[in-house]
């Protein structure tokens, strides 16, 4: 859902590395500082300044509860992974879950917290968000950076509109945004880095966004 909530501000790294297989806390301490991007994709370069007219820009924080399969690639696209993103709009929250692993994390946008849950080696880490970018208000166009429209595109069988922007590296993105929010694909140089599979916009409880009791808490790493 950039979601930042809810997918990029590194298109390739957002959602946490869009490749995410965790293995001790040095990988951990990137998982968490490149999936706190994670859905309000493509964080812009420059804010405008005092005076600028106003610019078109889609919705990029989701303003339903929804729950999202992503398949992930590598810029080349020689490798693909899958990742779950939940987000519950009413906290803030949003919990990421790449496919096959132990791991998840956890957002809360409300307090500015990250928590990396490590359910294999029942260790828990919490740590400030990191960036200083405040989250976009769900349904609100994005606050920072500019937007070109490009089109309508239909993926996993949602509508959206294509934008056209950049990554805090400065490359061109494309990214596809719902009306509500919801990102549901990401390119860049002509190649699908990310692209949802399947999009539920269900009620997210409680219960999975509260990190499991009995976990040894652990610093973050530095790197």
């Known amino acids: 859902m950039a979601v930042r909530c809810i997918i990029v501000s590194r298109i390739p790294l957002a959602f946490a590395a869009f490749g995410l297989v965790l293995a001790g806390m040095s990988s951990m301490q990137a998982y968490a500082q490149q999936a706190a991007v994670a859905q309000e994709a493509p964080a812009a370069v ?10 078109e820009a889609p919705a990029i924080t989701p303003s339903v509860d929804v729950d999202v399969e992503y398949e992930l690639a590598s810029p080349q696209g020689d490798v693909s992974t899958r990742q779950r993103m939940r987000w519950q709009v009413a906290t803030l929250r949003q919990r990421l879950d790449p496919d096959n692993s132990s791991v998840f994390m956890i957002t809360s946008w409300r307090d500015r917290t990250l928590s990396v849950v490590d359910l294999g080696r029942k260790k828990d880490s919490t ?20 937007y070109a429209r490009l089109g309508s595109s239909v993926v996993a069988g949602e509508q959206c509109t294509l934008w056209r922007t950049k990554d805090t590296d400065g490359h061109l993105t494309d990214a596809c945004y719902t009306a509500d929010g919801v ?28 990190i499991p009791p009995g976990l040894q808490q652990e610093a973050p790493a530095h790197p």
């Open 127 to 146: 740590m400030p968000v990191p960036g200083t970018q405040q989250l976009t208000p769900p349904g609100q166009p994005a606050m920072v950076g500019s």
């Open 46 to 55: 420059q804010p405008p300044t005092a005076g600028d007219p106003p610019a």
């Open 183 to 210: 990102l549901l694909q990401v390119a860049q140089g002509g190649q699908i880095t990310v692209r949802a599979l399947s999009v539920r916009r269900v009620a997210q409880p409680d219960s999975l966004f509260v």
